[in-house]
């Protein structure tokens, strides 16, 4: 009786083993693809559509917020629903949460120029982000007895008129302030990450005047609303209020340098639609897939692939800096504690 019961069980077993590799093939192969994203509904409009044309893959977008995906990842990790991790990965990210992602390098990715190739294979560079963005509401200028003509960069962020009506967010949760930080600290010393750069963030912190923003897209808001003289935010969404038609504001790229951060996208680890997320990649770098951002107000990390829209200047009238992504990603704890420290003394 006791042989009889285990030939059942094992029986059971193989069937179940049989109908588990089913189903995991059945998924593996299915058309869909499953996206956690961040990304502005722009981004999304200008790539998924063209994306499941050009594959006939059905992409199953899921929009939350950076940490949102974040999290679900983590949860989800001995059993991911995501595919790709579109938005929000970079060398910080990575390295944090290195066990959540999939080596993988697109045959494309040789295209793009060497700066914005795959960083280690784990996630690949879609789109170069501009780090300071610094938004100017005229009206508000003019009602201090400023004049936003004579508004340049970064030192014109300490005029005193501006103290208290300045809208910056928190490096130590928002990756755009962060951003701002480090762009901060690369062009505001003598030499990038120097003491005297220190000097310059805390005067700034001081001109705050206590005041942080926690959401991000707070700051381009109420700057444009009124509330603010000036948002230091990042290109994409304050280009976007231009052409939306807004008059009274205007994008300040700082003449002290600017960076543009590349960001992208990954494969999510033991995902159930490998071949589609690569298949995603391949796409999102090929030339089709980076021209479907010319008519955004996001660049394309293939630099041969121009902006159409008037309020985007070229780089070429920008004084384009470069930061040592490796450098800041090592030293984040640290900036971000040194910065708490200025803004609790």
């Known amino acids: 009786m006791g042989k009889k019961i285990l030939a059942i069980v094992a029986l059971m077993m193989i069937v179940l083993t049989g109908v588990w590799a089913?189903?995991?093939?059945?998924?593996?192969?299915s058309n869909e693809l499953?996206?956690?994203s961040p990304n502005s509904d722009t981004e999304i409009a200008a790539v998924i559509p063209a994306f499941e044309k050009a594959t006939g893959i059905k992409v199953i977008l899921q929009s939350m917020g950076t940490g949102d995906v974040l999290a679900r990842l983590e949860a989800e990790k001995a059993?991911?629903?995501?595919?790709?991790?579109?938005?929000?990965?970079?060398?910080?990210?990575?390295?944090d949460h290195q066990d959540l992602y999939e080596y993988y390098i697109s045959p494309n990715d040789a295209a793009l120029p060497e700066a914005y190739q795959s960083y280690n294979g784990y996630f690949t560079y879609t789109k170069l982000?501009?780090?300071a963005a610094l938004l100017v509401n005229e009206d508000v200028f003019a009602e201090i007895g400023l004049d936003p003509d004579e508004f340049t960069g970064?030192?014109?962020?300490?005029?005193?008129?501006?103290?208290g009506r300045i809208a910056m967010g928190d490096p130590t949760a928002s990756s755009s302030a962060w951003a701002e930080l480090t762009?901060?600290?690369?062009?505001?010393g003598d030499e990038p990450y120097d003491e005297k750069a220190w000097e310059f963030v805390e005067a700034f912190i001081g001109q705050l005047d206590g005041a942080?923003?926690?959401s991000s897209s707070q700051i381009y808001k109420a700057t444009a609303d009124g509330e603010y003289a000036v948002g230091v935010s990042y290109e994409d969404p304050c280009i976007g209020l231009l052409v939306d038609g807004a008059e009274n504001l205007r994008v300040v790229y700082p003449e002290e340098g600017a960076v543009w951060l590349p960001s992208g996208a990954a494969i999510v680890k033991n995902c159930k639609h490998p071949e589609n997320a690569k298949a995603f990649i391949d796409f999102i770098i090929s030339e089709e897939g980076q021209k479907g951002y010319a008519e955004t107000t996001i660049r394309p990390v293939m630099t041969s692939v121009e902006n159409t829209s008037p309020y985007m200047l070229p780089f070429s009238e920008i004084n384009v800096a470069y930061e040592d992504i490796d450098y800041c990603a090592d030293m984040k704890a640290e900036w971000q504690e040194r910065w708490i420290d200025i803004l609790t003394r």
Request: proline residues 4%.
């Open 212 to 214: 942080i923003i926690s």
């Open 154 to 163: 970064y030192k014109d962020l300490l005029r005193p008129e501006l103290k």
């Open 183 to 188: 762009n901060m600290l690369l062009v505001m």
């Open 129 to 131: 982000s501009g780090s």
């Open 79 to 95: 059993n991911p629903q995501a595919d790709v991790n579109w938005g929000a990965v970079n060398v910080g990210f990575w390295t």
């Open 34 to 36: 499953v996206i956690y």
């Open 22 to 29: 089913s189903g995991a093939k059945d998924s593996a192969s």
